[in-house]
């Protein structure tokens, strides 16, 4: 394959991870259920963990970790350890964020006695 | 020397999840721990600062990989004084909150307790870090325990509140960590001093994009104007010393955040007039949203926004005088603040609304609560011998020496509209005759102690300004030289 249609592939993928954002951010704004609105949230920090595990690639490059088989190898390149490393941190906040957020649609639904957010305003929103 | 930075972040987690265990020892260890645990954190800040103001400040490796590599903390004057402060007002709010969270059942206060050290441990660690991806997860620490404490009563609307303050958290954690990687991406650096040595290469539309999105996510934390919606109804819907802790610990943290990314990192000029324009837009909304309030405590928040407006103003002069004043609001806004919102909440304990009619005549049953309540209001409006007059002083001097006459004039036209809200509620807790549904609640002697302590301090830094200028004034500088903090932290060799 030539370089060009490497390039492509390289903005394909970002192309799509900040697609995934803005899908999740259109769920989290859009939708009147809650229930999608926290799919929405959780869906747009998917896509950008996504982004930023394609920041840190390089074309051909493997698995950050110092072994005999990289050292006596023939391939030389590694991927950029550090974004894989933030990844794993954004992912567990984001399960963290999510647990809240669904214990307080919990709470919610118990309150109020549906998920329909236009039904639940007893704040000015 | 007593200790390092990073107890002030190792202490306070080990103790929040140390918490339930202890509860199961003896239940009265969860009310103790938190207090025994800021206690030793307030005599380790000031010591540290006592340090820090002579010797220059302490820059801590953590885990032996030196900077840029590894995470470290910087306790400098301008860091350390804002630590003071916030596990000061953490202080506060435990002794506030230890006997009335004993009506609330063990349980109730187990988790109070733990998620209060959350949020102690997540603002300071905002403001120790020099690493920008550990301000994140320091953020969203904050961010989780604040989203939590928010939803605390399960009488009320707190849980809509709640759910308000999450969504719109999330979206700004989600455009943080895209700014930082925006960043990353240039640089291949998270190292807050190393990307300030190196900002000069990024090309200008990855820096503004990057500064638009850091802005955007942090003045949702910091309360800026068109992104401060949940900040009302969660000040609101949360229990009083939660409200007293969101104004004077997190958004302090964030609205330092942005200060570090304006004055340290980034090296664009014109996002000074930005902090201007915004600081005032939020200013003038707020003053004239508080006019029209009901609710005692959405009032109070309106209020606080606006107070964190003109400390963007302050900071947006650039100068050595508008950082300063800045700062001085910074700790009389904290310190203000938290007494009306703990007195305030008293005034409102029992009654159906919280509304502001329901304080009529409030003076004759609860006469220390609602003296410091007034105290507290004619404090922050900036009347003379009280601490807010001095902090208002400086920023329209600040403003003066700015040459910024039309900025002058809107603050003290916009002080006046402050002046006729808080004034309305004063008069009606002195002047107006009692409702007689309402029952004055009598506060506990823990809560007076703590009210008390905020309304000498308020006394004594308007009679005597000398005991903290002098602090403030290295604080300022520590902060304006940004050469200094990229050598300091650099330097450090392990």
């Known amino acids: 394959m030539d370089s060009s ?36 949230l959780s869906v747009m920090e998917s896509g950008l963990n996504l982004l930023i595990v394609a920041l840190g690639y390089l074309k051909g490059g493997t698995a950050p970790i110092f072994s005999d088989g990289f050292l006596n190898g023939t391939n030389k390149v590694m991927v950029d350890p550090v974004p894989q490393a933030l990844v794993l941190t954004a992912i567990v906040i984001g399960f963290g ?29 | 020397m007593v200790g390092t930075p990073v107890l002030f972040v190792a202490i ?11 509860g199961m020892i003896w239940k009265e260890l969860v009310r103790i721990v938190p207090g025994l645990v800021l206690i030793y954190l307030m005599v380790l800040s000031v010591n540290l600062l006592n340090h820090v103001l002579v010797n220059g400040p302490i820059v801590e490796v953590i885990a ?11 306790f400098s004057a301008f860091s350390g004084f804002l630590v003071t402060l916030m596990v000061f007002l953490g202080l506060i709010v435990w002794i506030y909150s230890y ?27 905002i403001v120790l870090t020099g690493d920008i991806f550990n301000m994140f997860v320091f953020i969203e620490i904050t961010g989780i325990s604040g989203y939590a404490l928010t939803a605390f009563y399960t009488g009320r609307d707190s849980a809509e509140a709640s759910f308000k303050y999450l969504m719109l958290g999330s979206i700004a954690s989600t455009l943080l960590l895209l700014a930082i990687m925006i960043l990353y991406s240039q640089l291949g650096t998270l190292n807050m001093a190393e990307i300030a040595t190196k900002i000069h290469t990024v090309k200008p539309a990855y820096k503004v994009i990057s500064l638009i999105l ?37 958004v302090k943290a964030s609205v330092y955040a942005i200060i570090r990314y304006i004055y340290t990192i980034f090296d664009i000029s014109g996002a000074y007039d930005f902090l201007i324009i915004i600081g005032m837009v939020t200013l003038i909304i707020a003053e004239f949203a508080a006019i029209r309030q009901e609710k005692l405590k959405r009032m109070l928040a309106y209020s606080s926004i606006g107070q964190m407006g003109l400390v963007l103003v302050a900071f947006g002069f650039g100068t050595k005088e508008g950082v300063f004043a800045a700062l001085f609001l910074m700790l009389n806004h904290a310190i203000i603040k938290s007494l009306l919102f703990l007195s305030g909440s008293y005034l409102v304990y029992n009654s159906k609304d919280k509304t502001i009619a329901e304080v009529n005549g409030m003076h004759k049953f609860l006469p220390i609560t609602s003296f410091l309540f007034a105290l507290g209001a004619f404090a922050i409006v900036g009347l003379p011998p009280f601490a807010g007059f001095w902090s208002k002083l400086s920023v329209l001097t600040a403003a003066a020496d700015s040459h910024m006459l039309f900025v002058m004039s809107l603050i003290l036209m916009v002080s006046v509209v402050e002046l006729v809200y808080y004034l309305r509620v004063v008069n009606r807790i002195y002047f107006f005759k009692k409702e007689e549904s309402v029952e004055a609640k009598k506060p506990t002697f823990n809560a007076l102690i703590a009210m008390l302590v905020l309304g000498a301090l308020i006394l004594v830094i308007g009679f005597y300004p000398d005991v903290i200028t002098g602090v403030i004034h290295k604080a300022s500088a520590d902060l304006m030289d940004k050469t200094k903090y990229i050598n300091d932290v650099l330097s450090i060799k392990q």
Do not use: C
């Open chain 2, 99 to 125: 006997r009335f969270k004993r009506n609330v059942g063990f349980e109730p206060a187990k988790k109070y307790f733990l998620l209060l050290m959350m949020l102690v441990t997540g603002a300071v660690g």
């Open chain 2, 214 to 250: 850091f802005i955007t996510a942090l003045g949702i934390e910091a309360e800026i104007f068109p992104l401060n919606g949940w900040a009302p109804d969660a000040y609101a819907e949360a229990p009083g010393p939660v409200g007293a802790a969101f104004a004077g610990i997190v």
């Open chain 1, 97 to 125: 964020v999510t647990a809240v957020a669904l214990s307080l649609v919990i709470r919610l639904y118990r309150h109020h006695g549906t998920l329909n957010i236009d039904e639940i305003k007893n704040l000015k929103w």
């Open chain 1, 5 to 40: 249609l490497f390039q492509l592939l390289d903005y394909g993928v970002y192309g799509t991870a900040i697609l995934v954002m803005l899908i999740g951010l259109y769920g989290a704004l859009v939708k009147k259920s809650l229930l999608k609105v926290v799919i929405g």
């Open chain 2, 64 to 74: 032996g990989w030196a900077p840029p590599f590894g995470i470290n903390l910087v």
């Open chain 2, 12 to 22: 306070p987690l080990l103790a929040a999840f140390l918490i339930p265990l202890l």
